[in-house]
């Protein structure tokens, strides 16, 4: 029999011990920089833009020289030039003066707004009436405006996305300090198992767990490899486990966690290294286990692949970001759950769901059904304590990421 631990203890102890490992640091470029995690600030060093900009096309006056102007009493400024794109526009702007400036183009010393073109009429001669005031700054940013020297743009242990590398590109940096992908081995055991490409014969299944870990682990920002599966034979489990703490940052495992004559993980891991926890208070997952081997995290998840990935997602994961010193996220909303779910196994029960019109749909399954996971949107976690939910129940669904 298993002693139990409820799966926020778990998550907790896997925190103690592995929370403060972390890999070592790395440089890529903006093109390979998407999911990986800044291992510094990233601080500007310069004045973004480097000029005082238009935003709008039109005309860059001195706001003071506008001030009061309306349909019927037009302002009237000559032009003193022309801000051309790419440009300095190499000119400053005087009293009763205006000058051209398109869209992104820069404003001329000495003017401090621009009047949209929609607001002026060129009265030709190079007079032009203005029709509307404008307040200093108007339609224009300003030298510095986006970053200045020493502002933090990024801070160390985000995660980078698309709109951060147009930041990173706008400050001209291109060298990008990141932490090393964690590199994770990923094993499957047991006899009955065949590659996805064959088929089946009585008695045989696809591994399934491999690919899905293998998948898991790349959107959670590591570094998959994938050894492919082994025979529940405990010599071939320990030589395997061996050799990958020595190569990896992570090992994880499926199948053979129960306490079987067959299922061997608990003694390879113990003989290894050191067992940390072994059972844990949830349906589905209960025949999990963790431990290390030579300081290097293993877990053991059981073999069923909807057990495995939902305790990949609360209990490795976390983990995962944290060896890439990222601060462990999950999207999650609170949504009324649209029947009710009966639920008193005296274990925390995690149930797949669908969002559908902003209600949570639960998804019935029963153990064992690999399909379950298809086309779901994320789970809610029923807290042992509960006897289940009631139809309207407010609940928390963790989105899986996309
Ligand atoms: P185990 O944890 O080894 O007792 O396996 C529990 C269930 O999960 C059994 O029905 C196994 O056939 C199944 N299973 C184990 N490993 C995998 C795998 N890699 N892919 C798909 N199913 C698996
Ligand atoms: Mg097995």
Redesign the pocket.
């Known amino acids: 029999m298993l002693t139990v631990t409820p799966l926020s203890e778990a998550i907790q102890l896997a925190r103690e011990h592995f929370g403060s490992l972390r890999t070592s640091r790395d440089f890529v470029d903006l093109a390979s920089a998407l999911q990986r995690v800044l291992a510094e600030d990233i601080c500007s060093d310069e004045f973004v833009p480097v000029f005082n900009r238009s935003t709008a096309d039109g005309f860059a006056v001195r706001s003071a020289d506008v001030f009061g102007c309306s349909d019927s009493i037009p302002a009237l400024l000559n032009i003193a030039g022309e801000s051309k794109m790419g440009e300095h526009a190499g000119f400053v702007l005087r009293p009763g003066q205006c000058a051209i400036v398109p869209t992104g183009g820069e404003v001329p010393e000495g003017a401090d707004a621009v009047v949209m073109v929609e607001y002026t009429e060129d009265l030709g001669g190079g007079q032009v009436a203005v029709y509307k005031p404008v307040a200093p700054g108007a339609d224009m940013i300003m030298r510095g405006e986006d970053t200045k020297p020493g502002d933090v743009i990024l801070p160390a242990g985000r995660r980078i996305n698309a709109a951060d590398i147009g930041a990173l590109a706008a400050l001209g940096v291109t060298n990008i300090p990141v932490m090393r992908r964690p590199r994770v081995a990923i094993i499957?055991?047991?006899d009955?198992?065949i590659t996805p490409a064959e088929k089946p014969a009585p008695g045989q299944?696809?591994?399934?767990?491999?690919p899905l870990l293998y998948n898991a682990v790349l959107e959670a920002g590591g570094e998959p490899h994938e050894l492919g599966?082994i025979r529940d034979d405990e010599d071939a489990i320990t030589e395997t486990v061996r050799k990958a703490a020595v190569e990896h940052d992570m090992v994880i495992l499926?199948?053979?966690?129960?306490v079987g004559e067959k299922?061997a993980m608990p003694r390879v891991i113990s003989n290894l290294g050191r067992l940390l926890l072994h059972g844990i208070a949830v349906k589905p997952g209960k025949?999990t286990l963790f431990g290390e081997v030579n300081g290097v995290p293993v877990f053991g998840l059981?073999?069923?692949?909807v057990a495995a990935y939902f305790l990949f997602y609360n209990l490795v994961r976390p983990i995962l970001f944290n060896l890439q010193g990222a601060v462990p996220f999950d999207h999650q909303l609170t949504l009324p759950v649209s029947r009710s779910v009966p639920s008193n196994h005296g274990r925390e029960e995690i149930v797949p769901v669908v969002v559908r019109d902003g209600r949570v749909q639960p998804v019935a399954s029963k153990s064992?059904l690999?399909t379950t996971l298809a086309d779901t949107d994320g789970f809610i976690r029923i807290p042992r304590e509960l006897e289940g939910l009631r139809e309207g129940d407010l609940v928390q669904v963790t989105l899986f990421s996309r």
């Open positions: 499957s055991t047991g009955e198992l299944i696809r591994d399934v767990n491999s599966f499926s199948g053979s966690t129960s299922d025949p059981a073999g069923n692949p064992g690999i």
